[in-house]
Each structure stands twice: as structure tokens, then as C-alpha cells.
């Protein structure tokens, strides 16, 4: 039972600061004292021309900033490898977790997740909404081919629900194995634009492949800021 829970995990946390008010003094063609959220990025607003020439007088408009709105909710996603859909108790199953009870209890329960059964498609689909192959991730990132759906490289059309929330004012993180990044971007040379701090997270910590192994290093990132790169020595013994 301790081994199911010891597997890599996922874990994508974002977080919103319910204090946070909107920008309610900027005002939007046709939605007079809001934001319009229907299109992202938002696009700032267009201010009246400043005729004041005396600088002692002239007066600047508030500051323009993109804020949660008010009382919006805090969303974490925990996605756990090589997990059942009944081997929890929360689902009757017979691995004892009442931390998993008390939030389905308090919560919903969906029944109708169409796991691939694999880490990378499950992750990007789960992460977009879209099937797998349509994220082009008919398989885990290190056997991509060129063959359309299974090209390990997500299309710009589709964007990730972290990117929709750190568009709309959240504060986003991603903490754990990632595995969406095609290996050949895995490098520090880049491009980022499949990295955690490129798909919606303003922070990263954990490992970008697929597993731990000796000269595959961990990262520590805000946006694409390396704040620590380290290496973690295991022993032959841990891969057995």
C-alpha cells in the first residue's frame, strides 16, 4: 500500500487571493466599471489623451492590473501515476485515504474520466481539455514521432487551463514530474515554450521528464528564471 503512494506524482497547484478586487475604476467599452474576461489576454483599456502641459498638474490615470476576481476560488489539481480509478476508499477501494474522503465528501465525485493510461497524454489532457491526440501526445514525450496526433509538441490553438487562469489574475505553480516537454526542448538552451513557465506557470519545482535518473537534473524556476538546477545521486538499488 506505502509503495502505491511512494510512485511519482503530479501535483499542479494554483492559487488566487480571494481579497483581490477588480480594477472596478477602469472602465470597458460595454461593460462599464469591469474587466472583459471573454477574450484573453485582456487588453488594456484606451485612456483619453493627457492635455495638461504643466507637469505639476497633470494627473495620471489609476494603474492598470489584471486581478482574480473577487471571491474566486482557489483550484488545485492532483494528478497521481499508476493509480486506479478504484483503488482509493473514496471510491471503494481498498487503499485508506480520509484526506480524499473528507473532499469527496464536501465535494463532487466524477466517475467518467477517460484516462489514456500513459503520464504525458494524461497530463495534457487533463491540463487542456482536449484529447490527447489532439495535444499531439498519442504517447509519453520520448517515443514522439513526426505522424500527426503523436508529434510531442502541443499545438498553439490549445492552451492550458494554468494559462487561462494566470490570464484572468491567479498566481499559478506546477510542483512535481511534469513529462510534457518533448526531451529534445529539455535542455537549458530551450525553447521554453513547452516548460511549465511556458504553458501557464509562473513557478516550477521538480523534474521535467519522465523519471529520476542519475545526469537528469531538477529544476527550480519562476517564469523563465532559473532560481537552482540540482542533480539528486541515487544508487542502482532504487531503479531495481
Known amino acids: 500500500m506505502k509503495s502505491i503512494f511512494a510512485l511519482v506524482f503530479l501535483m499542479i497547484l494554483f492559487w488566487a487571493c480571494s481579497t483581490k478586487q477588480e480594477a472596478s475604476s477602469i472602465e470597458i467599452v460595454g461593460q462599464p466599471g469591469s474587466l472583459d474576461r471573454s477574450v484573453l489576454p ?6 483619453p489623451a493627457i492635455t495638461e502641459l504643466d507637469a505639476r498638474n497633470a494627473k495620471a490615470p489609476k494603474r492598470f492590473q489584471v486581478n482574480a476576481p473577487d471571491k474566486a476560488p482557489n483550484v488545485v489539481i492532483v494528478l497521481i501515476d499508476d493509480i486506479g480509478f478504484g483503488h482509493s476508499s473514496a471510491f471503494g477501494g481498498p487503499i485508506n485515504m480520509p484526506t480524499l474522503e473528507k ?39 520520448e517515443v514522439a514521432t513526426a505522424f500527426p496526433g503523436n508529434t510531442g509538441i502541443r499545438p498553439q490553438s490549445i492552451t492550458t487551463i494554468a494559462e487561462v487562469l494566470r490570464l484572468n489574475g491567479y498566481s499559478t505553480a506546477a510542483f512535481g514530474k511534469y513529462h510534457e516537454t518533448p526531451p529534445w526542448e529539455g535542455s537549458v538552451s530551450g525553447p521554453y515554450d513547452r516548460w511549465p513557465t511556458g504553458s501557464g506557470f509562473d513557478k516550477f519545482m521538480d523534474l521535467l521528464g519522465a523519471k529520476q535518473i542519475n545526469g537528469i537534473p531538477w529544476y527550480m524556476m519562476e517564469r523563465h528564471v532559473f532560481i537552482q538546477r540540482w542533480m539528486i545521486p541515487i544508487t542502482i538499488s532504487q531503479l531495481t
Open 42 to 47: 485582456i487588453k488594456e483599456p484606451t485612456y
Open 103 to 141: 473532499l469527496a465528501a464536501n465535494g463532487l465525485k466524477y466517475n467518467r474520466f477517460h484516462t489514456t493510461a500513459l503520464c504525458s497524454p494524461t497530463r495534457t489532457a487533463i491540463l487542456t481539455g482536449y484529447n490527447h491526440h489532439s495535444n499531439n501526445a498519442g504517447a509519453i514525450m
